[in-house]
């Protein structure tokens, strides 16, 4: 089916990114926005854009029925869900297929069975994947036995959303005495960010680095990886800095890791972009499966700029059926890449969103190995209703040093 309309079911940097390749592609695109950001870049660049509620999440971009009037009102031909929100909600797949529209993203019952992460779990265990111990799934009114399982899993601990990804919804603890209280806050996030207050329980593993290997998969069993990144440098759980490909890693894990990510992708016989996350011991030199995310990574951009590949094309030519399954041997690097985020925050107050106006945004310009993501203009008004990345900053160098 060809597509010549893409609504963006998303906002920010990654819905302008998502309209950057849409207009290369010649695909008029379809921006949704809040009463928060009517004014917002993401609606300015899209050809038209479309009001789908008041400025909390839970009632504009997390609410499906409003996003599917919109694509019928639009008459779009496909939906790109970006990351985050409504990304890895199965059941919001299912919808826009049964409403005519062609999903930007894996087929429903994939993103079912990775974001159910006891599932995925045991999907990664039939692919022969080391995991981490952990627990069953837990929701506010089903919590008996929680106790036992922390002390099952050991401490420390770390109490993760099952719908959850980026970070939210995910606390640590070390100890039984403040359990009750991380669990629920863990819930509440994770029913304001997903809509889905269920939590589980993992092993909390110190002194770890975080690898993940960027992955596409052709629907038919066929995929590539697009080698690894590394995302250890977090704050509260969030990658603010990814490398690629990873650096210092030994030779054996690093070729471990990119066989294990093709294994699931092989095994789910995977449709599109997707990233394998593992945990590295690196006194150990053993690694663990996490989780894999079903959607485009907010951190796809510095893959892209050491392969050349743009992801989000190929994306939309997956869903149209115009993509060619390319080799693996078609996929190369070149050189080493850096990715930060940009954060509207005070340190000196833990690093707390800093709503109000954007006085003052420059970015750099004319720079080849340079790219800046950015979801803002200077001038712009920074409300308190969204996560607080402002954009990212791409480079990339003959080597790590240079990058």
Request: one cysteine or more; hydrophobic letters at 45%; charged letters at 25%.
């Amino acid at each position: 089916m060809p597509i010549r309309k893409v609504l963006i079911a998303n906002r920010g940097e990654i819905a302008c990114r998502i309209i950057r390749t849409c207009k290369a592609m010649g695909l008029a695109t379809v921006g949704v926005y809040s009463q928060a950001d009517a004014d917002a870049l993401h609606v300015a660049l899209a050809d038209e854009a479309i009001a789908i509620g008041p400025a909390p999440a839970t009632q504009s971009y997390l609410a499906a029925d409003a996003l599917l009037a919109a694509a019928r009102t639009s008459n779009a031909d496909a939906v790109h869900p970006g990351y985050g929100f409504l990304a890895e909600r199965a059941s919001f797949a299912r919808a826009v297929a049964d409403a005519g529209r062609l999903w930007i993203g894996p087929r429903a019952k994939t993103i079912e069975d990775m974001g159910d992460k006891e599932r995925a779990r045991d999907i990664a265990c039939a692919c022969a994947i080391p995991v981490l111990p952990g627990s069953a799934r837990f929701t506010p009114g089903d919590c008996d036995g929680i106790g036992e399982a922390a002390q099952e899993v050991g401490f420390p601990l770390l109490v993760k959303a099952a719908a959850g990804g980026g970070g939210i919804g995910m606390r640590r603890v070390d100890g039984l005495d403040t359990l009750a209280k991380e669990v629920a806050n863990a819930q509440g996030l994770a029913a304001r960010a997903f809509a889905d207050d269920t939590v589980y329980l993992e092993r909390y593993v110190a002194r770890a680095r975080h690898v993940e290997v960027q992955v596409f998969g052709f629907g038919d069993g066929a995929g590539v990886h697009l080698f690894e990144r590394d995302c250890s440098v977090q704050r509260r759980y969030q990658k603010v800095i990814a490398e690629a490909p990873a650096p210092d890693l030994p030779r054996d894990v690093r070729l471990a890791m990119r066989e294990a990510a093709l294994a699931l992708v092989h095994h789910q016989r995977y449709r599109g972009a997707g990233t394998v996350e593992f945990i590295y011991e690196p006194d150990r030199r053993e690694f663990f499966f996490l989780e894999m995310n079903t959607r485009i990574q907010v951190e796809h951009a510095v893959t892209e700029i050491i392969t050349g590949i743009d992801l989000v094309r190929w994306q939309i030519e997956l869903a149209a059926g115009s993509l060619a399954p390319a080799p693996q041997e078609a996929v190369v690097t070149s050189g080493a890449g850096v990715e930060c985020r940009i954060y509207a925050e005070r340190p000196e107050k833990h690093f707390l969103p800093s709503p109000g106006e954007l006085s003052r945004f420059q970015v750099p310009e004319g720079e080849a190995d340079v790219r800046v993501d950015s979801g803002v203009r200077e001038g712009d008004r920074i409300t308190p209703f969204y996560d607080p990345m402002l954009a990212k900053v791409i480079t990339r160098g003959r080597d790590r040093a240079a990058a």
